[in-house]
């Protein structure tokens, strides 16, 4: 693949910028500049429908960045007011800063038209392109600035990103970076420079340029206390250590040198700003995942991924007491640690033996995770992992360690391999060594992409600080995707993927698991995805074989400028996961999520998901669990939310409101409260309803 020659990044002693949108300051005319936008969604290589002009310029403490983005239909642009990461939907601009230089990961910094932030990190291994809501971006939130401004010929944005905000080399003398744009009404996505869709990666892919030398760090430590207040019916909570529901915690952080960061938590609270997406937990094999938004556990998490997926699970740290974590990274090298204190560990999820309700009983855990990656080469890694996890006061004690490792054999194919093992002690495991490999294969062209997974675990192999519900499993599994880009019409991209298939063993030979799901799809030109897939599986549980036939299809994107809609569903036979009596039944299930914004500062979510599951006629269970957000802001920090949700599965009715002051991370006073209704199953009509209420405060703020 060709370089282009590195990109100058003129450096000032001060700059004199006011981050207003506007880039009306005469500093401005020393900055460099790139533009000549190349799509790579829906279709790769074409030149961008709309000019898109990025200027860059530095002084020792920053980087700043103003994007003049020209839109031929501005009455159409999509922009609103929202919480940092919640405007993915929109149209924005971004960059993804590489300051290490090694290709191995990226800082991502996104802003929509008005100005709200987006931002995460992108780690070398899940960096197939640059969508913000696929699997590979990791969130994070740091302290930088931003402002747009929505004009007759477009919009423009201006960013300040301290050095300080991102881990870096005492000196920055070259860096790598992709700048990008979004087009919402078009699904459009581009970037500079260009995404060639025959390279396998991005961050492989970013260009460079040469960087301001030696930088001041603004800042080498800072500390965040937070107190909250909570009451609940029973009158003071007592889920986090305090007096009189008051508590009180907070989290010191320290970098010894731009590259090296550590934090330290005491008490920390998690429980009542964030929600959890409702979900259906019915006829589910394995426990639900849900995604980690806790600020402790954000920084640094990227450098946990593993072949092995989700190896590290934060969100089975449940209610840490404390906790430290390391986060280093230099010449090649990154290495990340973490150590939690958790007054309310979960249990295993693992299908096999492993740490049942009866063995946490209320007891406390301690959790250490250590992880190394070294690049070297040309696109090549090699790494390390460590895991322990113990239950204080009990014998159960779970360790594992390994390595694994990326070889790039060329732009357009790499190979992953890992080997572990792990040990356990405790419900029926004795302490035996279980071992455990991956390898993968994926290969990228413009018209063809296919990954090649193979998983071995054996049957005493677990993850206690992971989420891996399987055991006893050797698997392989190809997904194979043809991509086709009609020359003209209203569909640029259609893809088949004829070969998704997976095979699986115990170790007694016997089969596991036997899928092939074939199917496709297409983008319409106005940014709507369709795509269906036939579902034909067969599967072993409680030691029955069974095999069904269904359809799964989905369906989406933004409609207009204010609506955006996604429909999923699934039709056909099923599996019904009841150990005592589990049988093959008709199951019709349907999803709608809706995001309706008429103007910028009132958003209205409605989500709703409905289950039917039948047995020859006879309903077996059926119903819906919806929720409908409505979130409305004042300015960009001053916003309340209002949540409500509803379960006929388990009879629950809850409402939550919240009103927030969110001046940056950190920064922030919250008060709120929720009601919560059990009613029970909708055919229970003796047992009372129970009624449950929370009301609390929460203040922190961040010394610097």
Not at 185 to 211: F, K
Not at 350 to 363: C, K, T, Y
Not at 625 to 652: C, M, N, Q, Y
Request: hydrophobic share 35%; net charge negative; glycine share 10%.
């Amino acid at each position: 693949m060709p370089l282009l020659p590195p990109v100058d990044l003129p450096s000032v002693d001060h700059a004199e910028i006011i981050i207003d949108g506007k880039a009306d300051e005469a500093i401005w005319a020393q900055a460099s500049d790139v533009s000549g936008f190349t799509a790579y969604r829906p279709k790769p290589g074409e030149p961008s429908k709309e000019l898109t002009r990025v200027r860059f310029i530095s002084t020792k403490t920053s980087l700043y960045l103003h994007f003049e983005a020209n839109d031929t239909s501005p009455q159409q642009i999509q922009a609103g007011y929202g919480r940092r990461d919640s405007r993915r939907s929109d149209d924005f601009v971004g960059i993804a800063l590489d300051l290490l230089g090694t290709g191995e990961r990226a800082n991502l910094f996104i802003v929509n038209p008005i100005g709200v932030q987006i931002d995460g990190t992108l780690v070398r291994g899940r960096d197939q392109d640059l969508v913000p809501w696929r699997d590979g971006w990791s969130s994070w939130d740091t302290q930088w600035t931003s402002a747009g401004h929505i004009h007759d010929s477009g919009y423009d944005v201006e960013v300040q990103i301290p050095w300080s905000a991102v881990r870096h080399p005492e000196r920055i003398d070259t860096l790598r970076m992709m700048v990008f744009r979004r087009i919402a009404r078009s699904a459009e996505m581009s970037s500079w420079p260009m995404l060639d869709p025959n390279v396998q990666g991005t961050l492989v892919q970013t260009a460079a340029m040469i960087g301001p030398g030696l930088t001041e760090n603004a800042r080498n430590w800072s500390m965040q206390p937070e107190v909250t207040a909570t009451r609940t019916q029973d009158g003071a909570a007592e889920d986090r250590p305090g007096i009189h529901g008051l508590s009180a915690g907070g989290t010191v952080r320290y970098d010894p040198t731009p590259s090296l960061q550590a934090l330290a938590t005491v008490n920390p609270d998690f429980s009542n700003v964030e929600s959890d997406e409702a979900k259906i937990d019915v006829n589910s094999r394995y426990s639900l995942k849900y995604q980690e938004k806790r600020p402790f556990f954000l920084e640094g998490q990227e450098w946990f991924s593993h072949p092995l997926r989700n190896l590290v699970y934060t969100r089975s740290m449940v209610a840490p007491l404390a906790g430290a974590r390391l986060t280093h990274e230099s010449k090649g090298w990154a290495v990340a640690a973490l150590n939690v204190w958790d007054s309310s560990p979960a249990p295993s999820v693992s299908e096999g033996q492993a740490w049942g309700e009866d063995d946490i009983d209320d007891r406390q855990s301690v959790s250490t995770v250590g992880r190394f990656r070294r690049t070297f080469g040309r696109d090549h890694m090699i790494g390390g992992v460590f895991s322990d996890k113990r239950l204080m006061g009990t014998d159960h004690r779970h360790q594992l360690a390994g390595v694994d490792g990326r070889w790039a054999l060329s732009n357009r194919a790499t190979v992953q391999a890992s080997a572990m093992a792990s040990s356990t002690t405790g419900a029926g495991q004795d302490g035996r060594v279980a071992p455990a490999a991956t390898f993968s294969n994926q290969i990228r062209t413009r018209h063809w992409q296919n990954d090649i997974d193979i998983e071995h675990l054996s049957p005493w192999f677990r993850t206690e600080n992971g989420f891996q519900p399987k055991a006893d499993w050797t698997g392989i599994e190809n997904e194979s995707e043809f991509h086709l880009f009609p020359t003209s019409g209203p569909i640029p991209r259609v893809f088949l993927q004829p070969i998704d298939a997976e095979a699986a063993w115990n170790s007694a030979g016997d089969p596991r698991l036997m899928g092939w799901t074939p199917g496709g799809g297409f983008w319409t030109r106005g940014g709507i995805l369709f795509m269906a897939v036939a579902d034909l599986t067969g599967e072993e549980f409680a030691e029955e074989w069974f095999v069904t036939r269904g359809m799964r299809f989905t369906g989406g994107g933004s409609w207009n400028r204010w609506i955006r809609m996604w429909v999923n569903g699934k039709f056909g036979e099923a599996l019904l996961y009841d150990e005592d009596d589990p049988i093959v039944g008709q199951r019709a299930a349907l999803s709608l999520d809706t995001g309706i914004q008429a103007t910028r500062f009132i958003r209205v979510s409605p989500q709703v998901s409905w289950e039917r599951f039948e047995d020859k006629g006879t309903v077996v269970y059926s119903g819906l669990v919806g929720r409908l957000k409505v979130e409305a802001f004042a300015t960009p920090v001053h916003w309340v939310r209002f949540i409500a949700d509803r379960s006929t599965f388990s009879g629950t009715t809850s409402q939550e409101a919240l009103f927030a002051w969110e001046q940056s991370p950190g920064k922030a006073l919250y008060v709120g409260g929720h009601t919560r209704i059990v009613r029970g199953p909708e055919d229970d009509q003796v047992t009372a309803p129970e009624r449950e209420w929370t009301a609390f405060t929460k203040l922190s703020w961040v010394f610097e």
